[in-house]
């Protein structure tokens, strides 16, 4: 096998750490074709439980669509936001939550449950393996977003069957992210949530076990703690 060069990995893992979860820096600028099907190409070689390629990708332009999806986000902020309180409301206050009609275009990714059923390979025991499978198409299609120089925000603030009406979705069909997509004017060295105070990152050696969950003992085997 021949031997990765370490400009390569390096830059492998400088895109893996640069990824944002985009909001407010979106330029609107045009999206040149060529990338985007590199993207949507990174997205659909994804690994995915008994090959069934469960995804689908709805790319949304339209102006009235996005704007609807845009409310109905909006509200569900504003339903968040009245569960807060003190410190906690004030920092949710500045923090933008979604960048629908900055960002060039929504790429909305769904998940087929009839995808290769009803015997669908590895997933007779872990029904979900199949929208994890969606999961590893949206982190191959983020990263090779970040490698061409373009933005990815993912929307969480919306009801599901919201979406599912909008996207005119069959019921076996669920909508698993729509993601806001297009160049930007640049990444932010620190994410949003951190830099904004809403929730510091963890290191590695707090998230390691050994052996058995909540077990930390045996880490300085594998240097992990420093």
Not at 57 to 70: C, H, N, T, Y
Not at 191 to 210: A, I, M, T, Y
């Amino acid at each position: 096998m021949p031997k990765v060069s370490s400009v390569i990995n390096e830059r492998f893992y400088e895109v893996i750490y640069r990824r944002r979860d985009v909001r407010a820096q979106f330029s609107g600028g045009p999206v040149d074709p060529e990338v985007l099907a590199r993207v949507l190409g990174a997205a659909n070689a994804a690994p995915s439980v008994g090959m069934s390629q469960p995804w689908d990708f709805i790319l949304v332009e339209d102006l009235d669509v996005r704007s609807a999806f845009a409310k109905h986000v909006e509200q569900e902020r504003i339903a968040f936001a009245n569960l807060l309180e003190g410190e906690r409301l004030s920092t949710f206050g500045k923090i933008k939550i979604e960048g629908i009609l900055d960002s060039t275009l929504g790429i909305v990714v769904t998940y087929d449950s009839k995808r290769g059923a009803p015997a669908v390979l590895g997933r007779n025991t872990i029904d979900d393996a199949g929208l994890y499978s969606v999961c590893l198409a949206i982190e191959n299609l983020w990263l090779a977003a970040t490698s061409e120089g373009m933005g990815v925000g993912w929307v969480s603030f919306y009801k599901e069957e919201f979406l599912s009406e909008l996207m005119d979705l069959p019921p076996y069909v669920r909508p698993i992210a729509w993601l806001c997509f297009g160049p930007v004017t640049h990444l932010e060295e620190v994410p949003d949530l951190e830099r904004l105070g809403w929730q510091n990152r963890r290191s590695l050696e707090h998230r390691v076990f050994s052996n058995k969950y909540g077990a930390e003992e045996g880490l300085n085997r594998w240097h992990l703690n420093g």
